[in-house]
Nanobody
Framework: EVQLVESGGGLVQTGGSLRLSCAAS????????IGWFRQAPGKEREWVSG????????AYSDSVKGRFTISRDNPLNAWYLQMSSLEPADTAVYYC???????????????????WGQGTQVTVSS
């Protein structure tokens, strides 16, 4: 059974930091690209960041570039989103995803992802 489990969300003040984690099981993790998406209340799901399976550069949305860092740990079947300089606009439910996009443009498209986590809430207070 495929499972993706996010953790690390919470409440933080503006300017603070959080590190989200996603633990994966039930599939060959090394073969998959990984991504993070988020959805704020009343808004559509938004791509945040993506990272390919092997030796591919990370990609970020303009809204988080320079503040967020995506990384993966293949031996642990896990990946992370380090979020810094958080703003109230970053408040959302964050979802990790694994799939087969092969270019930065494809990383931003939810349809390329096969597996999704249940989401973790991030709230940034002003």
């Amino acid at each position: 059974e495929v499972q993706l489990v996010e953790s690390g969300g919470g409440l933080v003040q503006t300017g603070g930091s959080l590190r989200l984690s996603c633990a994966a099981s039930g599939f060959t993790f090394d073969d998959y690209a990984i991504g993070w998406f988020r959805q704020a209340p009343g808004k559509e799901r938004e791509w945040v960041s993506g990272l390919g399976s092997v030796n591919k550069p990370a990609a970020y949305s303009d809204s988080v570039k320079g503040r967020f860092t995506i990384s993966r740990d293949n031996p642990l079947n896990a990946w992370y989103l380090q979020m810094s300089s958080l703003e109230p606009a970053d408040t959302a439910v964050y979802y990790c995803a694994a799939g087969t996009p092969t270019t930065p443009d494809m990383c931003a498209v939810a349809g390329w992802y096969d597996h999704w986590g249940q989401g973790t809430q991030v709230t940034v207070s002003s």
